[in-house]
């Protein structure tokens, strides 16, 4: 059971470029999240989704793009990077009931320069 | 808006003393979870409390839930250096269960 996968684990982007970051989870999960983690702080929502096509905003949804075509995958797009994207983000997925466990990939470390 | 506000911010403590983290709210939460995250991966699940008043003992970590739903606390005994990491609190509503509400975390460095 792989959990919540991420892909990449790192990269280096120049201002201006974009790029996508991958989300899979095999839990059949209908709630999935993207956060972001600068360092030293605590996560900050960027979009979330409670099932296929269906996404809504978080707290700092600029800058940012999601989709969700299947249940299993959630790629949170970044256009036109800028330094302020540099950051460590993760992706979370979890059930519909109140106590179920978010579970966590294991991040992708972007640079922005 | 529901707020958390996790206290103390940083806490660095010798191997064997004990420590106690807050995590605080104005607003009720149907239940709260604390999660670990080590350097480098992803928070993972330590507990969910879901009744006011209720303690749950997990090893030398003891999580209590408010009476009033409101707060939360986890005492840790005795620390060792593999309890360092960000220790984050999260609520969760029934009035609105799409996301959780994330405290901002306490970072606990235990010193050898």
């Known amino acids: 059971n792989a959990g919540v996968t991420q892909t990449p684990k790192f990269r280096i982007l120049k201002i201006g470029q974009s790029m996508t970051l991958q989300c899979t989870q095999d839990m059949n999960h209908n709630y999935m999240y993207w956060y972001r983690q600068d360092p030293g702080m605590g996560l900050k929502l960027i979009y979330y989704?409670?099932?296929?096509?269906?996404?809504d905003k978080g707290e700092v949804p600029n800058g940012y793009n999601v989709s969700r075509s299947t249940t299993e995958d959630f790629p949170l797009r970044l256009e036109l990077a800028a330094p302020s994207q540099t950051s460590v983000y993760f992706c979370?997925?979890?059930?519909?009931?109140?106590?179920?466990?978010?579970?966590f990939g294991p991040g992708t470390r972007l640079t922005v320069l | 808006t529901q707020l958390l506000e996790q206290s103390p911010q940083f806490l660095s403590i010798q191997e064997g003393e004990n420590l106690t983290v807050y995590c605080n709210s104005s607003?009720?939460?149907?239940?709260l979870q604390w999660y670990r995250q080590e350097p480098g991966e992803g928070p993972v699940l330590l507990v969910t409390?879901?009744?006011g008043g209720e303690v749950k003992k997990l090893k030398r970590l003891t999580f209590q839930f408010g009476d009033a739903r409101k707060d939360s606390s986890l005492h840790i005994t005795a620390a060792q250096p593999g309890d360092t990491g960000l220790y984050l609190c999260a609520g969760n509503n029934a009035g609105n269960n799409r996301k959780l509400i994330w405290g901002l975390g306490t970072s606990l460095a235990v010193n050898p």
């Open positions: 989704s409670v099932g296929a096509g269906i996404t």
């Open positions: 607003s009720v939460f149907s239940s």
């Open positions: 409390v879901v009744t």
């Open positions: 979370a997925s979890r059930g519909a009931s109140l106590t179920d466990t978010q579970y």
